[in-house]
C-alpha cells in the first residue's frame, strides 16, 4: 500500500545537526513533489520545505532558510531533511507528506527535541 | 506570504449537527490551491478536500468545502462521532506554503 516511513528523529543538543529520512512505498516516488510539515507540541501544522519529482527545485520556509537542506535519493525512494544549527524552536514532530491532489498522503511522523 | 485565518478557534457542536469553518485569507487565493485537513490526536494530518472543494478519495460526502477570492469554507452537514477532531486550511501549489491555526471542533 502506499506508504510514507519517516526516521532519525530523536534529542540533540541546540547548534547540533540531525538528518532525517522519509521512506516510500507502493507508489511512483520519483513522480512526485514532496514536503516536510512540522508540528510543535500541542501546535498547528508548519510547513518546512519542498522539493521539486526530480530534486531541481527546493523552497523552504524563512524560518529554516540556510540551516536545513532537503534533498531526495529518488534510486532508494527516499526524502531527506538535513537539519543544521538547530534551535529549541525547531522542536517538533517531523512528517514528510506526498504532493498530488494538495498534500494527500502524509508519515506517522518523527519527533525532534532540541535541549541542552 | 499569504496568512490563513481560520475561525472560530474552537466549535462546540453536537452529533448530528452541521458544522461550518472558515478561513480567511489575506489575499486572494486560487481556488485550485486551498485544501482541508482533519488531524486527530496522535495522528498525522488527512487530506478532505482539494481544490476548495473536491473531496479527496475515500472522504465521506458529508464534507464538503466552498469558497473563492478569500473566503472559504469547510462544512460538514451532520456530524458523526468520529469527526470531532481539529481542521486546517492550506494554501498550496507555489514556493510558499501556509496553513491557518486550525479550528477544533469538540463535542458539546
Known amino acids: 500500500q502506499v506508504q510514507l516511513v519517516e526516521s532519525g528523529g530523536g534529542v540533540v543538543q541546540p547548534g547540533r545537526s540531525l538528518r532525517l529520512s522519509c521512506a516510500a512505498s507502493?507508489?511512483?516516488?520519483?513522480?512526485?513533489?514532496m514536503h516536510w510539515v512540522r508540528q510543535a507540541p500541542g501546535k498547528g501544522l508548519d510547513w518546512v520545505a519542498v522539493?521539486?519529482?526530480?530534486?531541481?527545485?527546493?523552497y523552504y520556509a524563512d524560518s529554516v532558510k540556510g540551516r536545513f537542506t532537503i534533498s531526495r535519493d529518488n534510486s532508494k525512494n527516499t526524502l531527506y531533511l538535513q537539519m543544521n544549527s538547530l534551535r529549541t524552536e525547531d522542536s517538533a514532530v517531523y512528517y514528510c507528506?506526498?504532493?498530488?491532489?494538495?498534500?494527500?498522503?502524509w508519515g506517522q511522523g518523527t519527533m525532534v527535541t532540541v535541549s541542552s | 506570504e499569504i496568512v490563513l485565518t481560520q475561525s472560530p478557534g474552537t466549535l462546540s457542536l453536537s452529533p448530528g449537527e452541521r458544522a461550518t469553518l472558515s478561513c480567511r485569507a489575506s489575499?486572494?487565493?486560487?481556488?485550485?490551491?486551498l485544501a482541508w485537513y482533519q488531524q486527530k490526536p496522535g495522528q498525522a494530518p488527512r487530506l478532505l478536500i482539494y481544490?476548495?472543494?473536491s473531496r479527496a478519495t475515500g472522504i465521506p460526502d458529508r464534507f464538503s468545502g466552498s469558497g473563492s477570492g478569500t473566503d472559504f469554507t469547510l462544512t460538514i452537514s451532520r456530524l458523526e462521532p468520529e469527526d470531532f477532531a481539529v481542521y486546517y486550511c492550506?494554501?498550496?501549489?507555489?514556493?510558499?506554503?501556509?496553513f491557518g491555526q486550525g479550528t477544533r471542533l469538540e463535542i458539546k
Open positions: 507528506a506526498r504532493e498530488s491532489e494538495a498534500l494527500d498522503i
Open positions: 492550506q494554501k498550496y501549489g507555489s514556493s510558499s506554503i501556509t
Open positions: 507502493g507508489f511512483t516516488f520519483s513522480s512526485y513533489a
Open positions: 481544490g476548495a472543494s
Open positions: 522539493i521539486s519529482y526530480d530534486g531541481s527545485n527546493k
Open positions: 489575499q486572494s487565493v486560487s481556488s485550485s490551491y
